[in-house]
């Protein structure tokens, strides 16, 4: 998994290279195991549980810090200038998926509407709240209320953490979602 800055590397439109923002979430591979205890919930001190980190969640903010002041915040929905473009996770017991919202776009963005890659799922384990991606990174959670937040440590440059702000969301904010695994790789998407 490469940094947020190889991830802007990779994109094939400058204007669009804000769409990894909320692609960040692909660097965590996060996801949730319900191997432990049970119950869970919201409880204070708790931090999550499976019950609690499952279901959908809107991106609304991304800050990586690589320490010497290097801190690169990024609120979403983003507007490119190109158009509006927001992200959306639905996470399971065990796998996580992404979502691109796209609102108020040129033709040289697509179409407005929530698209997703079925090939972007990725799986994960959780013990306590620490997350343990498919491919070896960990982050730490923490619910409060209706925000989740995530730390994750940067699995390619080191000392680098991103922190990353979830509102609770509904299914109702991705149905109708299109399925575009084109679009997911035209933007370099698959190959986080």
Same mark, same amino acid.
Do not use: H, R, W
């Given at each position: 998994m490469g940094s947020f800055k190889k991830l802007m590397g990779k994109m094939k439109i400058p204007a669009l290279s *804000?769409?990894?923002?909320?692609?960040?979430?692909?660097?965590?591979?996060?996801?949730?195991?319900?191997s432990s205890g049970g119950g869970g919930g919201d409880d204070e001190g708790d931090g999550g549980s499976t019950n609690s980190i499952v279901g959908v969640w809107e991106l609304k903010s991304v800050t990586e810090d690589c320490?010497?002041?290097d +801190? +690169?915040?990024?609120?979403?929905?983003?507007?490119? %200038?190109?158009g509006i473009i %927001?992200?959306? +996770?639905? *996470?399971?017991?065990? @796998?996580?998926l992404y979502y691109i919202s796209l609102s108020n776009v040129t033709p040289l963005l697509g179409e !407005?509407?929530?698209?997703?890659?079925?090939?972007?799922?990725?799986?994960?384990?959780?013990? %306590?709240?620490?997350? @343990?991606g498919s491919d070896g990174s960990t982050g730490t959670f923490e619910i409060s209320g209706d925000t989740l937040?995530? +730390?994750?440590?940067?699995?390619?440059?080191?000392g680098c953490t991103s922190t990353l702000v979830l509102k609770k969301?509904?299914?109702? !904010?991705?149905?109708?979602?299109?399925?575009?695994?084109?679009?997911?790789e035209q933007y370099g998407l698959l190959s986080i």
């Open positions: *804000l769409i990894a923002v909320f692609c960040l979430t692909a660097l965590i591979s996060f996801g949730c195991s319900s320490g010497s002041g +801190v +690169v915040p990024t609120e979403l929905p983003y507007d490119t %200038g190109f %927001g992200g959306y +996770v639905k *996470l399971t017991a065990s @796998t996580q !407005d509407g929530i698209y997703y890659c079925a090939e972007s799922e990725e799986s994960y384990t959780m013990s %306590g709240n620490t997350i @343990t937040t995530l +730390v994750t440590q940067d699995v390619d440059e080191e969301a509904s299914e109702s !904010d991705i149905s109708g979602a299109k399925a575009d695994c084109d679009l997911f």
